[in-house]
Nanobody, 124 residues
């Protein structure tokens, strides 16, 4: 069992930055691939970024490439999402998720554990 707790969300103006954190507890964090997803009102949950258990094989959605950076610190059991040049369309609840599969995946249905989410609101 893995428990995930996100933090760092908030209200920011367009062009600003936020850094989300996801702290994990429970089973060995370093064995899980980690990802960030987001869900805007009335929309399906969508993939944002993912990172392999060892920090390699990083993937991004096209909509955030060049603006967002995913990273992890296995010593601190934490995964991060640095979000720069934020746009109003980035407004959503952001979730971190853990996956024990060997392959890094972007389908939310494949992820085993989820946090409760943190709200990110970008004003224009």
């Amino acid at each position: 069992q893995v428990q995930l707790v996100e933090s760092g969300g908030g209200l920011v103006q367009a062009g600003g930055s936020l850094r989300l954190s996801c702290a994990a507890s429970g089973r060995t964090f370093s064995t899980y691939n980690m990802a960030w997803f987001r869900q805007a009102p009335g929309k399906e949950r969508e993939f944002v970024a993912a990172i392999r258990w060892n920090g390699g094989n990083i993937y991004y959605a096209d909509s955030v490439k060049g603006r967002f950076t995913i990273s992890r610190d296995n010593a601190k059991n934490t995964v991060y999402l640095q979000m720069n040049t934020l746009k109003p369309e980035d407004t959503a609840v952001y979730y971190c998720a853990a996956d024990s599969n060997r392959m890094v995946r972007s389908d939310p249905s494949e992820y085993d554990y989820w946090g409760q989410g943190t709200q990110v609101t970008v004003s224009s």
